[in-house]
């Protein structure tokens, strides 16, 4: 495995996985599990943030968060994020005491299969992150099991302090026959690639 990270002048940087079978048939789906809080370090939750994804479908999970094969259309629940919203307005509204699905993503991709997967927005700070990626399903999680901890500098991360953006193929596809297949070959080569933009709103 081997994983690139390239920073760009533009206010934006890339992230690119790599993986290659030795000499089985082999499962690989990796995501980055990164936070992200456009408040600033340890500076509140991210329930107040605008989150807009470009996906019209969710792959429901049963009580154990594994995905149930099913695809449910997001229209009407709380996993609208086709338009700009506060994670934070129908959260109560989700189980587990918040987000932690994957988003089957919509649009269609350029000649390298990229496509804008979401766009965050922060009002108070007017910072904005739009992700571009290569992969079919996007993890949305905003810090459910976060309790507290201490990290950089001192800071405390409370419950919803941070938010993650996860591409991916879909979770446990292997079980899944109508799920995109994610199982690869000796020499073939896995590759996943993100990208983040930044910029203000003025």
Not at 112 to 131: D, F, H, N, T
Not at 150 to 161: L, N, T
Request: net charge neutral.
């Amino acid at each position: 495995m081997l994983v690139t990270y390239k920073i760009d002048g533009d206010c934006s940087y890339s992230v690119t996985m790599y993986a290659r079978p030795l000499d089985k048939p082999t499962p690989v789906n990796l995501a980055r599990h990164t936070y992200w809080n456009l408040r600033g370090h340890g500076n509140g939750t991210v329930l107040g943030h605008a989150v807009q994804i470009f996906a019209s479908a969710v792959t429901p999970v049963g009580g154990d968060l594994i995905p149930t094969g099913a695809v449910a259309p997001v229209a009407g629940t709380p996993f609208d994020f086709r338009a700009p919203a506060a994670p934070g307005a129908r959260i109560a509204e989700v189980e587990g005491g918040g987000y932690d699905i994957n988003f089957v993503l919509d649009g269609a991709a350029d000649g390298q299969g990229v496509r804008k997967v979401a766009v965050v927005s922060e009002p108070e700070s007017g910072r904005v992150m739009e992700l571009w990626a290569d992969q079919p399903g996007l993890q949305f999680y905003t810090g459910n099991f976060l309790k507290g901890d201490q990290g950089k500098g001192g800071a405390v991360y409370a419950k919803h302090g941070g938010m993650c953006l996860e591409t991916q193929d879909y979770p446990d596809a292997v079980h899944e026959p109508g799920f995109p297949r994610e199982v690869y070959r000796p020499g073939q080569l896995y590759k996943h690639y993100m990208l983040y933009k930044f910029s203000l709103k003025k």
